[in-house]
């Protein structure tokens, strides 16, 4: 279920802070009870709205998704539109006035369609993404390249160790990136930090990636 709600109330103590909202219009109590609801996820609306270069990156991926496709570039706009409602739960949204959030993971999408669909990009994923720590997840769910977007391998930025078998090590501490056979070369030979500045991408932790 997806809906908005009214924060009513909100104070801080040592636990942390505690929100009283009311969902106006709904009734939802036997549900609650019923399937034993204990945890919900929120996202909070500042009132911020999509910046212009959120608007940029969405419509520049669009329009290679459009390429990679065959379809016109608003028809692509608005059937990832409903990709991404089916996707997240929001309801519709407008390009010309959403919320920095709702931009933020509409891009997301994009991104991620891109990616688990090998679409060609015209520029860098790194510098289309809105959100890096989840492009570079994305990257490693679907064994893409974190700086060229072509097929990729696992790249441990946190060495595994030498005589560890790597099929057998639990690697879900340990921070990772994807990187084609040539950007993993240079990832050795460069040396962390160096590639790092160089390329604008870096090894995080996933522990469900496994």
Same mark, same amino acid.
């Given at each position: 279920?997806?809906?908005?709600?009214?924060?009513?109330?909100?104070?801080?103590?040592?636990?942390?802070?505690? $929100?009283?909202?009311? &969902? #106006?219009?709904?009734?939802?109590?036997?549900?609650?009870? @019923?399937?034993?609801? %204990?945890?919900?996820?929120?996202?909070?609306?500042?009132?911020?709205?999509?910046?212009?270069?959120?608007?940029?990156?969405?419509?520049?991926?669009?329009?290679?998704?459009?390429?990679?496709?065959?379809?016109?570039?608003?028809?692509?706009?608005?059937?990832?539109?409903?990709?991404?409602?089916?996707?997240?739960?929001?309801?519709?949204?407008?390009?010309?006035?959403?919320?920095?959030?709702?931009?933020?993971?509409?891009?997301?999408?994009?991104?991620?369609?891109? $990616?688990?669909?090998? &679409? #060609?990009?015209?520029?860098?994923?790194?510098?289309?993404? @809105?959100?890096?720590? %989840?492009?570079?997840?994305?990257?490693?769910?679907?064994?893409?390249?974190?700086?060229?977007?072509?097929?990729?391998?696992?790249?441990?930025?946190?060495?595994?160790?030498?005589?560890?078998?790597?099929?057998?090590?639990?690697?879900?501490?340990?921070?990772?990136?994807?990187?084609?056979?040539?950007?993993?070369?240079?990832?050795?030979?460069?040396?962390?930090?160096?590639?790092?500045?160089?390329?604008?991408?870096?090894?995080?932790?996933?522990?469900?990636?496994?």
């Amino acid at each position: 279920m997806h809906t908005v709600v009214k924060v009513e109330k909100v104070r801080e103590d040592e636990q942390g802070t505690q $929100l009283y909202i009311s &969902i #106006p219009g709904k009734y939802i109590k036997e549900m609650v009870l @019923d399937k034993h609801i %204990r945890q919900a996820e929120m996202r909070f609306d500042d009132g911020r709205h999509i910046s212009i270069e959120q608007r940029k990156k969405a419509y520049a991926t669009i329009a290679d998704i459009a390429a990679w496709s065959g379809d016109v570039p608003e028809y692509m706009k608005e059937l990832m539109k409903y990709e991404h409602m089916k996707r997240t739960g929001c309801g519709y949204f407008s390009l010309s006035d959403c919320s920095v959030d709702t931009a933020r993971e509409y891009i997301n999408t994009l991104m991620e369609f891109s $990616l688990a669909n090998g &679409i #060609p990009l015209d520029d860098l994923g790194v510098n289309r993404t @809105d959100d890096i720590g %989840r492009y570079l997840y994305f990257c490693l769910k679907h064994r893409k390249c974190a700086v060229c977007g072509r097929i990729g391998e696992i790249h441990h930025v946190d060495a595994i160790g030498m005589g560890n078998n790597r099929r057998k090590v639990d690697d879900s501490g340990y921070r990772k990136i994807c990187l084609c056979r040539e950007h993993h070369i240079i990832a050795h030979q460069r040396g962390k930090e160096t590639f790092e500045k160089m390329y604008k991408v870096y090894g995080i932790t996933v522990k469900e990636e496994r």
